[in-house]
């Protein structure tokens, strides 16, 4: 099939390609479609292989100065043009201008009678004539499996359709062959036989009434390429093809840290927020404040003059901005200043890989300095837990290698343990903060901690997170019995603790007072001791006065008695 | 090579006032078409002596012709006239199948009956 001069052709144009300027499509394929050969694009109906032709030939036209004629055995030019005017492509314009040329071939069995044998050289004629009109380098023929049903006589077209592909490869031209997927076979007619370089598949999924449409290489001789299934998206410009799929940990880690949006949980995170570029998961029950805590960071985000992007897959964006003006987060300011998006929608509207497509193109779109998606939990409704961890792997990569801080919430079910997240990504997370409602006393209080932050001194506390209108606050920790304290519990705690310290300082001031009482009466002792010596003193005195006194009045009795006794 | 023959008529048959306007596309005087040509004419002075007119059609010198009638395989005639149109491809190797492509009937030899024919 291949012959010698082939061989010496795949030799030397081994990486020779051709951009096709459909978005994604060329990281793909490392370049484009081989150029100078034919390719197969095959798949359903409906799953856009006429409108990637059309835009492979409108975009060589446009981006790559290569003019191409499309030719079509199904649709006639008019009705072409019309299918891809809302793309912006105006092909009437490129026709004047020489760029595209449009030649309908129009076969139908119902008005072919046959007898004898025949070739294609009709076909091949106007083929030429074609491209040598406009000088093209890009051919496209959808779909000429369409000569099978018209022409009767296989062998011929077989045959026909070999010296065709070895015709366009002597052309020169790149060429894209369309094909109808068969049952068995990649194409209803085996065209994949004829076409042997580059081999193309689209296809549409529909699971949980869920449409995903997707491309995959089949084939690409002598050339590296992305082997997987890329979905790609048919939007407002034409396809795109997502080629978010190489698992690169290659990039630059940033020292750079973002606050969180509220002050003490900067703290708890060792200082002042968390790191740039880096991710964020929020897991909690119902009501635990997952999205305020995240409209927290986007305000906070908002605030230093960064770009926020809000994917809210359960609220609507009113809903969230009403809500959170009653927490005091007053994130419509930041809407009209345009550093905040949001982009809200109900994750059944796509598929998973929709999902990611559309993310991936608004953060190429917005470039924002983070991304908050609220919650990650519903995206598993429409995606089972594999598809939803590739997805959001791909999507965490993307968003790091940019620099982008994401954070994700996640609501957990009431049943399961906290430590569990339902897309199974926590190992994705660089910090993963869980709140949980804690139920004592008859009342649900709001709890907060730090599981896990990579490469920050992390506080290890359970702390009380108090949603108020005021903001989010973070209250001091109280430990009781039972575990942490909350609510009413906490402020009882603290008026018990007050009580207390109250007791206390009375207690302090009744046993001072007891002492100095005491010492009071001590010193009054010791002053009426005093007074006693200070009396025993002066009887002493007296005692000796008396006694002089005694003695002088002896001596003078004596003398006295002397005198009456004459004594001489 | 573009050459108009004209087949005088031998016989007034039933298809009296119809005429026949055919048009061979044919790429180069290569094998096939050549033979094409030779059954066509063979088939004309048999059935429609005098009535027909063949055109022949040489793509390779007049490619843009091959639009007008969606012109793939070669040889491939045209029955012009009558209406409606008419296709065959190949070289017209078939007499009976080219009668019936081209809805000459051909009831007890030479003669032609076709109701779609007085139509047009």
């Known amino acids: ?568 | 090579m573009m050459e108009n023959e004209e087949i005088s008529p031998e016989q007034s048959g039933a298809m009296v006032g119809t005429f026949w306007s055919l048009r061979l596309y044919v790429a180069g005087q290569t094998p096939k078409s050549l033979e094409a040509f030779a059954n066509l004419k063979k088939i004309c002075e048999e059935y429609l002596q005098g009535r027909c007119e063949i055109e022949v059609v040489d793509l390779l010198e007049n490619p843009h012709l091959a639009r007008e009638y969606q012109i793939v395989a070669i040889p491939t005639l045209i029955r012009k006239l009558p209406q409606p149109i008419k296709k065959i491809i190949g070289t017209l190797v078939d007499t009976e199948r080219v009668l019936v492509g081209l809805n000459i009937q051909a009831s007890s030899g030479k003669m032609m009956q076709d109701s779609g024919v007085r139509r047009g």
């Open chain 1, 1 to 568: 099939m291949v012959s010698d001069r082939s061989l010496v052709n795949i030799r030397q144009d081994v990486l020779a390609k051709c951009p096709t300027g459909i978005q994604g499509f060329d990281e793909i394929t490392a370049g484009g479609l081989p150029k100078g050969r034919p390719s197969l694009v095959c798949g359903g109906p409906g799953c856009g292989k006429t409108l990637f032709g059309m835009e492979f030939l409108v975009r060589g036209a446009t981006e790559f100065d290569e003019p191409g004629v499309f030719v079509s055995f199904e649709e006639r030019p008019e009705e072409l043009a019309q299918n891809v005017i809302s793309l912006g492509w105006n092909l009437q314009d490129l026709e004047t201008n020489g760029k595209l040329l449009v030649e309908y071939v129009q076969v139908e069995r119902s008005d072919i009678e046959e007898t004898g044998e025949y070739d294609l050289e009709g076909l091949f004629i106007r083929l030429a004539s074609a491209v040598d009109a406009i000088g093209a380098k890009r051919i496209v023929l959808d779909t000429v499996e369409s000569l099978f049903a018209a022409l009767p006589n296989e062998l011929i077209l077989r045959s026909e359709l070999r010296r065709l592909f070895r015709w366009l490869k002597d052309k020169g031209l790149t060429a894209m062959i369309t094909g109808e997927r068969g049952d068995r076979n990649l194409t209803r007619h085996g065209l994949e036989e004829y076409v042997s370089d580059c081999v193309i598949d689209l296809n549409v999924r529909v699971k949980s009434d869920i449409a995903t449409r997707r491309l995959r290489i089949v084939k690409y001789r002598g050339s590296r390429h992305g082997t997987n299934e890329y979905p790609f998206l048919i939007g407002a410009t034409g396809f795109s093809v997502m080629p978010i799929t190489s698992i690169n940990l290659d990039y630059a880690t940033l020292m750079e840290r973002v606050p969180s949006g509220v002050e003490r949980l900067d703290t708890m995170l060792g200082g002042s927020g968390y790191y740039k570029g880096s991710s964020v998961l929020i897991t909690g029950t119902a009501g635990t404040g997952k999205s305020s805590l995240a409209s927290a960071f986007a305000q906070s985000i908002c605030a230093t003059g960064g770009k926020c992007l809000y994917f809210a897959f359960e609220e609507a964006v009113s809903q969230i901005l009403r809500n959170m003006s009653s927490i005091g987060i007053n994130l419509g300011q930041w809407v009209d200043a345009g550093l905040l998006k949001f982009h809200a929608s109900r994750p059944t509207t796509f598929g998973m890989e929709m999902h990611l497509l559309t993310m991936y193109n608004m953060v190429k779109e917005f470039n924002p300095s983070a991304v908050i998606i609220d919650p990650i939990s519903n995206l598993s409704s429409v995606g089972n837990e594999e598809e939803v961890k590739s997805v959001l792997t791909r999507f965490v990569d993307y968003l790091k290698g940019r620099g982008i801080t994401t954070l994700f919430t996640d609501l957990t079910s009431g049943k399961t343990a906290g430590e569990y997240t339902e897309a199974a990504i926590s190992s994705l997370m660089d910090t993963w903060i869980l709140l949980r409602n804690i139920e004592t006393n008859g009342e649900r209080n709001r709890a907060l901690f730090v599981l896990k932050a990579r490469g920050t001194d992390h506080s290890n506390q359970v702390r009380e997170f108090v949603l108020s209108s005021q903001g989010l606050e973070l209250t001091d920790a109280y430990l009781g019995p039972e575990g942490v304290l909350m609510g009413s519990a906490r402020v009882a705690q603290e008026v018990r603790a007050q009580a207390e310290s109250m007791r206390r300082s009375q207690e302090l001031k009744g046993r001072t007072r007891g002492l100095e009482t005491r010492r009071a009466m001590l010193e009054a002792q010791m002053a009426s001791l005093k007074q006693e010596v200070i009396c025993l003193d002066e009887e002493v005195e007296m005692f000796k006065v008396e006694a002089m006194a005694q003695d002088d009045a002896l001596a003078k009795g004596r003398d006295d008695m002397a005198r009456i006794r004459k004594a001489d």
